[in-house]
């Protein structure tokens, strides 16, 4: 256990530079950053892990606030074959404004006009489809191999696999680790808001024609 003389040195050990590091990489408030560096002993990886961790701990406990600001962005693909129209919400029209949101909408309509989500997340697909998704993979004959019993875990697995296809929130975000969920999550806890993806329309040039 440290004495107060040891706690004192850490915090001494704590420069105005790695705190203004550690905010640019997370966003996060000048005393958080602090506090996370010194309980980190300085070390500014796991400074982001605690703050990541508490950020999403902020994050969840927004998530039932309501959201019914926000905005409706589109992206067009250069050569205009391919458009996005995305409706983001969020909890006041001063957030809505800035440009940290309004980048974040906009990212979120590229990603829908290049990935082709069709849904939201797993709870906005029709039940219809979800069952007949689910008897198709039940159905297929690498998983009728398999013992009776494990079938369902095999095809719980294959449908989390299939919603990283259709659905915007499960999808990895660009070329990244991290999903579209994890980067809005990472946005409610740097900006303070609730924020929701609500709808979001793809065209395609010639589609259903």
């Not at 050990?13 to 550690?22: C, G, P, R, Y």
């Not at 309980?39 to 961790?53: M, N, S, T």
């Amino acid at each position: 256990m440290q004495t107060t003389q040891e706690k004192a040195t850490n915090m001494a050990e704590i420069t105005a530079a790695m705190v203004k590091e550690l905010r640019e990489r997370t966003g996060a408030g000048f005393m958080d950053c602090k506090n996370a560096l010194v309980e980190a002993d300085g070390d500014l990886d796991k400074a982001v892990v605690l703050l990541g961790q508490r950020g999403l701990a902020a994050a969840a406990k927004k998530s039932s606030r309501e959201a019914r600001e926000g905005l409706v962005s589109s992206y067009i693909h250069p050569g205009g074959r391919v458009g996005a129209l995305v409706e983001v919400n969020c909890e006041t029209d001063f957030v809505a404004r800035t440009d940290e949101f309004q980048k974040l909408v906009r990212d979120l309509a590229v990603q829908v006009a290049a990935l082709s989500p069709l849904y939201v997340d797993a709870d906005a697909i029709p039940a219809d489809v979800l069952e007949a998704k689910r008897a198709e993979l039940l159905a297929d004959e690498s998983v009728l191999k398999k013992p009776e019993a494990i079938r369902p875990q095999i095809v719980d697995g294959q449908l989390k696999k299939w919603y990283a296809q259709v659905c915007l929130l499960d999808q990895p975000f660009r070329d990244e680790e991290r999903t579209v969920r994890e980067l809005v999550t990472e946005k409610i806890a740097t900006i303070g808001e609730n924020i929701r993806v609500r709808r979001f329309t793809r065209y395609a040039l010639g589609e259903e024609l």
